[in-house]
C-alpha cells in the first residue's frame, strides 16, 4: 500500500511540472499536496511547515483566480518581472520574519531545527505569492527554500521529501530558466496580448 508521503511525493511532481509549463492545472495537484503535507510534517513536528501548508492552500486559490485571469489571447499565462527594489523588500521580509518566526517556534514550541524550518517557511511564503502573481523571481526564491529544505528533509528522516525536495531544486532551476524565455518572447509580442492581470 501506498503510504501518504509518496503520494504527497506524486502530488507534488506533478504540480511542479505544470507550474513551469504554466499550466493552471497545476492548481488541482498543488491543493491536494498541500493538504497532505500538513498533516505528514505536524507529524514530524515540522510545525512551520505544517502550518505553511495552510497558508499555500489559500494562496493556491488565489493563484489559480490570478491565473485565469492573466492569460493572452491564445490562453497562455502571462508573465512578468518583479523589479530589483521590490525583490530587495521581499528579501528584507523574509530575513525577519525568519528571525521572528524561528524564535517562536525555538522558544515556544519543541519544533524540531525551528531556524531552518522558519527560513524554508518564510522563503516558501514570499515565493508562492510571487508566483501566484506571475513574477518570474518567483524561481530563485524556489532554488534557495528546495536547497535547504532537501537538508531539513534528511535530517527528520523524511527521505522521499527529501527526494522531491531534491528534484524540486533541479526543476526550479529549469522554471526559472523557462519563465525568463516566456518573459522575452511575450516582451517581444506586447501588441498581441492581452494586458496582464
Known sequence: MIDLETIAVILGLA?????????????????????????????????????????????????????????????????????????????????????????????????????????????SIAAQILLSRRFIENWPLWVATDAIAVGVYAAKDLDKTAMLYAVFLVIAAWGWWDWLRAGRAQHRAVPAQDSPA
Open 15 to 123: 504540480n511542479i511540472v505544470l507550474v513551469v509549463r504554466r499550466s493552471l492545472w497545476n492548481y488541482p495537484f498543488g491543493i491536494a499536496m498541500v493538504s497532505l503535507y500538513f498533516f505528514i510534517f505536524a507529524d514530524a513536528k515540522l510545525y512551520s511547515d505544517a502550518l505553511l501548508q495552510i497558508f499555500f492552500l489559500t494562496v493556491q486559490l488565489y493563484g489559480w483566480w490570478n491565473w485565469i485571469r492573466g492569460r493572452d489571447a491564445q490562453g497562455a499565462v502571462i508573465v512578468r518581472h518583479a523589479g530589483a527594489g521590490a525583490m530587495l523588500g521581499w528579501i528584507g521580509a523574509i530575513l525577519a520574519g525568519t528571525a521572528l518566526w524561528g524564535w517562536l517556534m525555538h522558544r515556544y514550541t519543541d519544533a524540531a531545527l525551528p531556524w531552518w524550518d522558519a527560513s524554508i517557511a518564510m522563503t
